[in-house]
């Protein structure tokens, strides 16, 4: 019986659903006031568009307007139909109307007739902002980027409110409020308003206290720490000077505190506590009258309370990790390289490191990429889980080795593209390699040619050949630096201009239409250079430099030539007893050449060099050769080692070079007896030989913060010594090694913190040593300019002999400092040293340009 009065229910719905769907569907389309139209919205039906008219189009084209419908006269639509509805959402999706109407103005016959009635936004004539100071208006303004004539929308309104409370809540102001106006510009004719933003900012919102709770394996101190941007305003009693922390002030961000939130997290991740989470985190503010601070400061900050609840969850720990699908190398290479040990504490930032891309190319991708295994992937699994121990399998596909098929540069569009390929590590035809394409880039970035931060390696595998194509894109950078310096010394002001163009072409020094400004492309080097403080000295000199001499090999050519004058006067009467002067006049010529053992960062250089020295009562060197002439021939051969990650703000990497000098022996050969000769004759031609030698290392911290560990040391010795020392090209340490003023052959070397030269005896020493320890630090990183801030720790000393020579008896120096670098003038810096010991320290500032204090 139940069963029969269920079925007859069912029956009686469906009959009743069958009923009401056969009613006929009706609405109407009315017209003006004058008639109306039945509409069957079940049975629609097919018009041919008659014509359609355009109403309130705010001066917009009807054509565009009917474009951007999709309607169109003679198009076969139904009414009603998708083509209508579809219509008004095109319409409406442009932003441009608040009201989108399409309307039936008549039918006649087969043929509809269309009316679109739209009506249009407001558009914006000016906008104010009000209640805030001009300052903050300006930047506000600003970062608003909208203009006379732009649609005023909501979205355009919403956006602008939330950039004025972004504004502030960067500062501290988290309750800033944000409300508009719109008001019709009468000025205008049209649908013209003014908006006007009233802000009110508030009192700034700091945080009293900062409670954490639930840490029981990690103190509260070090979670401060990891959080580097939330604080109570108690911050400083808890946390190290050296900590950003310590340096930042107390201000609640919502968006900060969920990233220091996470930052907290990941910490105990990389501890081994893989299931750590924040519980809960609670804000609330703090009543006016609890605050145990001033009136006056109740009247500009608001404080709030934040609590965090943390869940550590118990350590884990690796136990066994193993391998599988890996056939071109053993288990136990690749657990080498992974460098995990059983008993390690579960961490697997390490593990995602150490397995697809350490810095240091140790990582198992790199094994695989830089035997061309492209298509290589991995993926670490965890297969068991067991109290606190975890056993992880990393599944290895290999896939098949790849080649380089097509190597390609795009956007050079000043040098040329044989230039940049010959710097390439990457050739067609070979396997692929991620390191030859890191070095690769490298390689072009110390070319100088081009912003480092675009230049950017594509490789485009194609997985159904096994080949890869590799884009270079670069961006051209102001290669060409113009020289201007200023500065005081030896009792003179003196200047400089000069110009040098790094990317030089002089083929086509002769083509008028390769002179944009420059003729430029070709990698050469040319330098011109002059200094002189206008009465008492100059120095003139030009080099040029081919990169790649013969255009098959990494190996340089460069040919320089000079003339120097210094005098007491260019006016003075150069027959008088109190003129004196010394003129130099040289020429070098240096081949350079890339090595590949031990390997191809190393570099063997060459150099044959020729100075003419003559001296008119010049008693600045030494008091025993005041007049004559002097010749310097010597032969220099150097080995180089340079892997800086990048010329400007390296991160990695290190530069080390050994440098020899030498004469012929001319005193050993001659058979004369030096003991009776005059000094003018005794050093006529100059013998030496001399050893210099510099190393710089670079070590990543944190961060961006990089220690640089310098030192430098040479010597100058002699072959006979009833010759002696040569007067000229002696160590002069001390002050910022800008030598625009010494003209004399002498060799500066800058230590900062002490005046120029005088740690070293008046006629110059043989024999001197430096070490240097600088903390770096970037402000700003981009294509127009770097500017990074540092504090150094300096000792060095010199002396006349090497039998004196103390290796650790070193006048000391601590400072701080700053540079510069912009493409057109190069890198320019300046530095506060305090030295610590002797008379010629204490404070002292030091101007340098270029590596001039390196």
């Not at 380089?404 to 000043?414: D, F, L, M, S």
């Not at 002189?532 to 098959?552: H, I, M, V």
């Not at 560990?709 to 002050?735: C, E, I, T």
Request: glycine share 8%; net charge positive; with cysteine.
């Amino acid at each position: 019986m139940a069963k029969l009065m269920k079925d007859i229910i069912r029956f009686a719905v469906v009959t009743l659903i069958l009923i009401v769907a056969s009613l006929p569907v009706k609405a109407q389309v009315v017209i003006g006031n004058e008639q109306a139209y039945d509409i069957d919205y079940l049975t629609p039906k097919t018009y041919e568009i008659g014509g359609i008219t355009v109403e309130n189009t705010d001066n917009l084209d009807q054509r565009m307007v009917l474009l951007v419908a999709g309607l169109q006269v003679g198009d076969v639509i139904k009414v009603p139909g998708d083509k209508i509805s579809t219509a008004i959402d095109n319409l409406w999706e442009q932003g441009l109307f608040e009201d989108v109407q399409i309307l039936l103005s008549r039918i006649q016959d087969n043929k509809v007739f269309l009316k679109i009635v739209l009506k249009g936004r407001p558009k914006l004539a000016a906008f104010r902002l009000l209640g805030i100071s001009g300052g903050d208006a300006d930047k506000i303004r600003k970062d608003f980027n909208i203009r006379e004539g732009d649609v005023v929308t909501e979205n355009l309104l919403k956006t602008t409110c939330n950039k004025a409370r972004a504004f502030y809540s960067e500062k501290g102001y988290t309750n800033a409020s944000v409300t508009t106006k719109l008001t019709k510009d009468t000025a205008n004719k049209g649908n013209y308003v003014i908006v006007e933003y009233n802000i009110k900012k508030g009192k700034r919102v700091k945080i009293d206290s900062l409670i954490i709770e639930g840490n029981e394996n990690i103190s509260t101190n070090k979670i401060l720490r990891k959080m580097r941007n939330t604080h109570d305003v108690k911050y400083k009693r808890k946390m190290f000077v050296w900590t950003k922390g310590f340096w930042t002030r107390s201000k609640y961000r919502e968006f900060e505190l969920q990233e220091d939130l996470d930052n907290v997290i990941n910490y105990y991740n990389e501890q081994g506590f893989r299931d750590a989470r924040i519980v809960m985190d609670t804000v609330w503010p703090v009543a006016s009258e609890d605050l145990k601070i001033s009136n006056r400061k109740k009247s500009k900050q608001d404080r709030v309370k934040v609590k965090v609840q943390i869940y550590e969850g118990k350590p884990f720990f690796f136990r066994n990790i193993t391998f599988s699908g890996n056939t071109v190398y053993s288990s136990e290479t690749l657990s080498k390289h992974l460098r995990i040990n059983k008993g390690d504490p579960y961490n697997k930032t390490i593990l995602e490191t150490n397995l697809t891309y350490n810095p240091s190319g140790t990582d198992i991708y790199s094994m695989y990429m830089d035997n061309g295994y492209l298509f290589f992937s991995a993926n670490a699994v965890e297969v068991a889980v067991e109290n606190d121990s975890i056993d992880i399998e990393i599944r290895i596909v290999e896939g098949k080795q790849a080649r380089i098929r097509n190597v390609i540069v795009e956007g050079n569009t000043i040098t040329n593209d044989k230039i940049i390929m010959r710097e390439l590590h990457t050739k067609p035809g070979d396997l692929f390699s991620r390191d030859a394409v890191i070095r690769s880039r490298r390689e072009l970035v110390t070319l100088g040619y081009f912003k480092e931060e675009s230049l950017i390696p594509e490789p485009h595998p194609n997985k159904e050949d096994g080949t890869v194509d590799i884009v270079y894109k670069v961006e051209e950078n102001h290669t060409s630096q113009l020289q201007l310096q200023g500065g005081y010394g030896n009792g003179m002001i003196i200047g400089q201009v000069g110009i040098q163009l790094n990317n030089f072409s002089a083929r086509n020094v002769f083509n008028r239409k390769a002179w944009q400004p420059l003729p430029a492309g070709d990698g050469q080097k040319l330098v011109l250079n002059a200094v002189s403080n206008g009465s008492y000295y100059y120095a003139l000199n030009a080099g040029f430099t081919e990169p790649w001499l013969g255009g098959k090999r990494p190996q340089s050519l460069s040919v320089s030539i000079s003339h120097n004058l210094i005098s007491n006067g260019f006016w003075q009467d150069k027959t008088s007893d109190s003129y004196y002067s010394l003129r130099i006049t040289g020429a070098n010529a240096s081949l350079t050449r890339r090595l590949k053992w031990p390997d191809d960062y190393f570099i063997l250089s060459q150099a044959l060099s020729y100075k003419h020295y003559n001296l008119n009562n010049y008693n600045y060197l030494t008091s025993y050769f005041t007049n004559g002439h002097s010749n310097d021939l010597s032969y220099c051969i150097g080995i180089s080692r340079n892997s800086l990650d990048s010329p400007i703000y390296p991160r990695s990497g290190s530069e080390v070079s050994v440098q020899g000098y030498v004469t012929p022996p001319y005193s050993l050969l001659n058979g004369k007896d030096y003991t009776t000769l005059e000094s003018s004759e005794k050093y006529k031609w100059l013998e030496y030989y001399k050893i210099n030698v510099r190393g710089s290392w670079m070590l990543n911290l944190i961060g961006d913060v990089v220690l640089n560990a310098r030192f430098r040391f040479g010597y100058m010795g002699w072959y006979n010594k009833d010759v002696g020392l040569s007067p000229f090209g002696r160590y002069y340490v001390g002050g910022d090694g800008l030598s625009s003023w010494v003209l004399d052959g002498r060799e500066v070397v800058p230590l900062r913190g002490y005046q120029n030269a005088k740690l070293s005896p008046d006629d110059g020493a043989s024999v001197f040593n430096r070490y240097t320890l600088e903390l770096r630090q970037p402000i700003i990183e981009s294509a127009s300019a770097t500017i990074y801030v540092l504090g150094f720790l300096e000792g060095g000393n010199s002396w006349g002999d090497i039998k004196q020579f103390q290796p650790f008896k070193v006048y000391n120096s601590a400072g701080l400092g700053v540079r510069l670098y912009m493409p057109m003038f190069g890198l320019i810096g300046l530095d506060w040293g305090y030295g610590f010991d002797g008379a010629y320290g204490g404070s002292q500032f030091h101007f340098s340009i270029g590596q001039s204090i390196d």
